[in-house]
């Protein structure tokens, strides 16, 4: 059974940091792309950064462009956001996922079969 465990959410003021974890257990973590989603409350889920096996490739989306950086760590089993910069409305709960397609599918929530939890970001003024 694959498990995700995301964590390191929090509060945080305006155009403050964060940075995301999600720890990969119960497989092969370098068999699968990995990705970062949020969900604003009233909102549909909303896809953020993804990132191939090995790393060297990345793909974001708009709202992460500049400001958010993705990026893994096969020996620990882990994947990162790196969250700079943030905005109110980065407020949401951030979401890790895997998937055993391609990257050119990244974008889209149904290429993973395995997601974490939820971490909660909250950035206020």
């Known amino acids: 059974q694959v498990l995700l465990d995301d964590s390191g959410g929090g509060s945080v003021q305006v155009g403050g940091s964060l940075r995301l974890s999600c720890l990969v257990s119960g497989g092969v973590f370098g068999n699968y792309i990995m990705a970062w989603f949020r969900q604003a409350p009233g909102k549909e889920r909303e896809f953020v950064a993804a990132?191939?096996?090995?790393?060297?490739?990345?793909i974001q989306g708009d709202s992460a462009k500049g400001r958010f950086t993705i990026s893994r760590d096969n020996a620990k089993n882990t994947v990162y956001l790196q969250m700079d910069s943030l905005k109110p409305e980065d407020t949401a709960v951030y979401f890790c996922a895997a998937g055993d397609g391609s990257l050119r599918n990244g974008n889209d929530e149904f290429a993973y079969d395995y997601w974490g939890q939820g971490a909660q970001v909250t950035v206020s003024a």
């Open positions: 990132i191939s096996r090995g790393g060297s490739s990345t």
